[in-house]
T-cell receptor
């Protein structure tokens, strides 16, 4: 069974650019959540996708957007990058939206905005 | 809104010492509570969880009890090992939707 994978591992962008991060969920998992983890801080919830629809959103501006595909893999898109967007971006998948089902986290994508 | 507060680290202990990492939360209703661990160079892993008041979660010698009266979920281990060195995160889910609110994390360093 393959775990949650994310690509790329590292990424460097300049302010104002756009970026797309990718996540492949664990087999059979229909729910993907994205988190932003700034250096030395805890992860912050960005949004969640369930069966290709956005199911919930944290306190992030609209320039953070996402997609979920029929195979339940997911993308996080960030437009008009700002320096404060530099962080580790984590995705997590689970069997459903219930907290009784464990979330499995990927290794993350390290984004640096210069 | 929901929030989680953890004791600031780093916490430095000698091998076989007793560990406590404090965690308190603010939330309406009855959240589920979690401890996650992040080992160096690895992703977040669920360590243990509790879904209702007075439940005790336990795993790998770690345990935490959901105390609604004190809104706390402190992590304890009786005898730490060097391999327990990692960053520990307390988290809650307040609407049973797997949308977690995390604390700031506590770095644990165990010396031989």
């Amino acid at each position: 069974e393959t775990g949650v994978t994310q690509s790329p591992t590292h990424l460097i962008k300049t302010r104002g650019q756009q970026v797309t991060l990718r996540c492949s969920s664990q087999s059979g998992h229909n729910t993907v959540s994205w988190y932003q983890q700034a250096l030395g801080q805890g992860p912050q919830f960005i949004f969640q996708y369930y069966r290709e629809e956005e199911n919930g959103r944290g306190n992030f501006p609209p320039r953070f957007s996402g997609l979920q595909f029929p195979n339940y893999s997911s993308e996080l898109n960030v437009n008009a990058l700002e320096l404060d967007d530099s962080a580790l971006y984590l995705c997590a998948s689970s069997l459903s939206t219930s907290s009784y089902n464990e979330q499995f986290f990927g290794p993350g994508t390290r984004l640096t905005v210069l | 809104g929901n929030s989680v507060t953890q004791m600031e680290g780093p916490v430095t202990l000698s091998e076989e010492a007793f560990l406590t990492i404090n965690c308190t939360y603010t939330a309406t209703g009855y959240p589920s509570l979690f401890w996650y661990v992040q080992y160096p160079g690895e992703g977040l892993q669920l360590l243990l969880k509790a879904t209702k008041a007075d439940d005790k979660g336990s795993n790998k010698g770690f345990e935490a009890t959901y105390r609604k009266e004190t809104t706390s979920f402190h992590l304890e281990k009786g005898s730490v090992q060097v391999s327990d060195s990692a960053v520990y995160f307390c988290a809650l889910d307040n609407n049973a939707g797997n949308m977690l609110t995390f604390g700031g994390g506590t770095r644990l360093m165990v010396k031989p």
